[in-house]
């Protein structure tokens, strides 16, 4: 059984940046896909990107294409999510989680992290 703990998350002002991180323990991600969502208070969940671990394909949700990367440690078994230029619309928890390669269902989910940026 996979387990996924984010850290990284904190308090930064607009413009800033911060890099996320989720630690996956348990077993290798290898047939997995990792995807990182968001959550801001009253909204629903938003895909933020994801990496395929088997091959490295990577995507973006829209809304953070050109500021937010996503990468990897494959020693380490952790995933990063690198956010550049952040927004007070970026405020959120930030969680990763993992599904299957063959599977729509992220299954195993982290705690979150909140990131919160300031005007």
């Known amino acids: 059984q996979v387990q996924l703990v984010e850290s990284g998350g904190g308090l930064v002002q607009a413009g800033g940046s911060l890099r996320l991180s989720c630690a996956a323990s348990?077993?290798?991600?290898?047939?997995?896909?990792m995807g990182w969502f968001r959550q801001a208070p009253g909204k629903e969940r938003e895909f933020v990107g994801a990496i395929i671990w088997s091959g490295g394909a990577i995507f973006y949700g829209d809304s953070v294409k050109g500021r937010f990367t996503i990468s990897r440690d494959n020693a380490k078994n952790t995933v990063y999510l690198q956010t550049n230029n952040l927004k007070p619309e970026d405020t959120a928890v930030y969680y990763c989680?993992?599904?299957?390669?063959?599977?729509?269902?992220?299954?195993?989910w982290g705690q979150g992290t909140q990131v919160t940026v300031s005007s």
């Open positions: 989680a993992v599904r299957l390669v063959r599977s729509h269902e992220y299954s195993i």
């Open positions: 348990g077993r290798t991600l290898s047939g997995y896909v």
